[in-house]
């Protein structure tokens, strides 16, 4: 569009339908007017991208400031994958490889996004050339001045090595020189970027069972990458905890239908239908990480627990009582 400026694009992803992406895409006119246009794509794994007729349903929402969205932000099934502002400082920090040219050759087939993501990637293309150009000078200056850090551009970034870290948590000093670590010669080599982007949401299914620093190891990429990857995914939160919580009530439900299955049919039945129901549960999670266990098995999993406690509870009583009656019996016959 001629005579306009791209002031914000917001890239949303569907967490029911991870096909579907929507975007909304702020541009300031030559009048000074601000113009709003909200989009929405087909991204298929198999076909081709198309645009769809949409209705602006994001902007449409009073609680949606377009201004202050940021990647992470979720309006009901739609996730903030990416956030551009031209205003703000830094304009954006990462773009996600689902948006990269370079690495999505599809994008080609959607030209009103591919628009405007080319005008975000020759902004950070200049960036870098002026902070380079910028500190060349400086140093031309001040020769006693120590030489500027290089401002690495984000869009050719390994993702092993991000150069927005945001959980400095994981690592207990960032500026620990790991050059001067004796095993630092036998460290791991970590997974190339071309790994990473092809790390698929079928394949971190198979590690939801153990914790994600675990899963990190063994898929060979860094916690911070695994955690952005869930992000692309949609997946707010490593489901590891409530696979474990299921696979531990399926494992008790079996057990009483085990228990009942010669004293009571019936209720061995309703067990194995219990049992059937949490599978079929766990295996609905395991597709949709970001879905919540159920009431009702949240409530069963809290009967669970106090059965437990009540049987504990009565294994310490008559335990109190017996060597309560055997001290007595012992006075008596003294």
């Known amino acids: 569009m001629k005579n306009t400026l791209l002031t914000t694009l917001l890239v949303f992803k569907n967490t029911i339908r991870e096909e579907l992406i929507r975007s909304v895409h702020v541009y300031q006119i030559k009048d000074g007017k601000v113009r709003e246009v909200e989009r929405e794509f087909v991204f298929s794994e198999s076909g081709s991208y198309g645009e769809m007729r949409s209705t602006p349903i994001l902007r449409l929402q009073k609680k949606l400031c377009v201004a202050e969205v940021s990647e992470g932000y979720q309006n009901g099934v739609w996730l903030c994958i990416f956030s551009f502002h031209r205003n703000h400082k830094p304009q954006f920090s990462s773009i996600p490889n689902l948006l990269l040219l370079s690495r999505n050759l599809k994008l080609r ?39 500027l850090r290089k401002v690495v551009p984000v869009l050719t970034q390994d993702l092993n090595f991000l150069p927005y870290e945001d959980d400095m948590s994981e690592s207990p000093d960032n500026k620990l020189d790991v050059q001067a670590l004796p095993d630092s010669a036998e460290k791991k080599k970590r997974a190339s970027s071309d790994r990473v982007a092809k790390i698929t949401l079928s394949e971190l299914v198979k590690y939801f069972d153990i914790p994600i620093v675990e899963a990190s190891r063994r898929l060979n990429v860094g916690l911070t990458v695994l955690k952005r990857k869930c992000r692309e995914f949609g997946i707010p939160r490593w489901p590891h905890r409530k696979i474990k919580s299921l696979d531990s009530l399926i494992h008790e439900i079996q057990e009483e239908a085990n228990n009942q299955e010669s004293d009571d049919k019936a209720a061995a039945l309703a067990a194995i239908e219990k049992r059937r129901m949490l599978e079929s549960e766990k295996e609905n999670i395991e597709r949709k990480p970001f879905m919540d266990i159920q009431s009702e098995t949240k409530k069963l999993r809290q009967d669970i627990f106090k059965r437990r406690h009540r049987a504990r509870a009565q294994v310490k009583n008559n335990s109190t009582v017996s060597s309560s009656s055997s001290s007595n019996k012992t006075t008596i016959e003294t």
Do not use: A, F, H, M
């Open 109 to 147: 087939t959607i030209p009103t996004l591919l628009r405007d993501l080319r005008v975000i990637y020759k902004l950070e293309k200049d960036k870098d050339v002026l902070s380079d150009s910028t500190g060349e000078e400086r140093q031309g200056n001040n020769k006693d001045s120590q030489p």
